[in-house]
């Protein structure tokens, strides 16, 4: 990629695929793996019988695939944003570095290298899957409202926060906040298939 925000783009678009297939679709089904994915496909060539092919399925599926959800939600809201806010990983770099500094011109110079620039294609993708998630179980397990929005509500002052505060100020092209709306609306469409 020749630009940072298509570099965003890409990711962002990869991301959100990969999430919604792994945190939804798979566990909205059972599945745990994409072994079992293809072992429930390959099976199902093989039976003719369809009570014995859904037969695993039988307590899977809304009443108690909710509360997972729910669960997920709460957990990204007060765990995920957290770890957000804390940044771990800049912050063991910068520790390193630091420890490994001899002189105070090269402490400054740490200090200045260690600004980062904001990911925004990983953080719409997370956002944008629980959102997701929120709109697909909105009207089976109202429940998981509340909890998105107060998801929503802490996502936005961590990621303000860092945006400001904690983050290298970059140029991102447009595309791919055009890209994040159309995901949203796209959120829309897979709940009327669930």
């Known amino acids: 990629h020749w630009y940072k925000s298509s ?3 890409a990711v962002m678009r990869k991301t959100y695929v990969f999430l919604l297939f792994m945190v939804l ?3 909205s089904f059972g599945l745990t793996t994409v072994k079992a994915l293809f072992e429930l496909l390959f099976r199902a060539n093989k039976t003719k ?9 039988n307590c899977v599926f809304l009443p108690n695939n909710g509360a997972f959800f729910v669960n ?12 957000e806010l804390l ?3 800049q912050l063991i770099v910068y520790a390193v570095r630091i420890a490994f500094t001899r002189s105070r011109a090269e402490w400054t110079s740490v200090r200045k290298l260690v600004l980062w620039d904001f990911q925004y294609g990983i953080g719409y ?27 929503m509500a802490i996502r936005h002052f961590v990621d303000k926060y860092n945006i400001y505060y904690a983050f290298e100020r970059g140029n991102i092209d447009r595309h791919i906040h055009t890209t994040a709306v159309n995901y949203v609306m796209a959120a829309g469409l897979i709940q009327l298939f669930a």
């Open 25 to 27: 679709i798979l566990p």
């Open 125 to 151: 993708a997370w956002l944008l899957t629980v959102f997701t998630i929120v709109v697909v179980f909105s009207v089976t397990c109202p429940l998981i409202v509340p909890f998105g929005f107060v998801y």
């Open 72 to 83: 997920y939600v709460i957990t990204s809201a007060f765990i995920g944003n957290s770890l």
């Open 49 to 57: 019988n369809d009570d014995e092919l859904f037969s695993s399925w």
């Open 7 to 9: 570099l965003n783009l």
């Open 87 to 89: 940044r771990l990983p």
